[in-house]
């Protein structure tokens, strides 16, 4: 790959990762709404949800080429353009 190729490549992995981050932390505003603790973590590139009870917590990713939300092992998704929806979605799921 050539310097350009290589650069273009570079910006283009930097915008998709602040979108990807973005994302995140509009789906943790719409969480800390309705009551959920979240936490962003690894360099804003996952979202912990702390369950209420005893069990571990849920990991959530954009993924699918930023087209989602994605949870369990990304067997549980929510489109990403429904922040409101997915966050409910996720309360639930986390036992909120």
Same mark, same amino acid.
């Given at each position: 790959? +050539?310097?350009?190729?290589?650069?273009?490549?570079? !910006? &283009?992995?930097?915008?998709?990762?602040?979108?990807?981050?973005?994302?995140?932390?509009?789906? !943790?505003?719409? &969480?800390?709404?309705?009551? %959920? !603790?979240?936490?962003? !973590?690894?360099?804003?590139?996952?979202?912990?949800?702390?369950?209420?009870? %005893?069990? &571990?917590?849920?990991? %959530?990713? %954009?993924?699918?080429?930023?087209?989602?939300?994605?949870?369990?092992?990304?067997?549980?998704?929510?489109?990403? +353009?429904?922040?409101?929806?997915?966050?409910?979605?996720?309360?639930?799921?986390?036992?909120?």
């Amino acid at each position: 790959m +050539n310097s350009i190729m290589q650069a273009a490549a570079t !910006r &283009l992995y930097e915008r998709q990762r602040h979108s990807d981050a973005l994302a995140l932390t509009l789906l !943790r505003e719409a &969480l800390l709404r309705l009551g %959920v !603790r979240t936490e962003l !973590r690894d360099n804003d590139t996952a979202l912990m949800i702390p369950r209420p009870q %005893v069990g &571990l917590p849920v990991w %959530v990713f %954009v993924g699918y080429g930023g087209a989602f939300y994605s949870w369990q092992s990304a067997e549980k998704r929510h489109p990403i +353009n429904d922040v409101a929806g997915a966050a409910q979605v996720l309360a639930d799921y986390a036992g909120r």
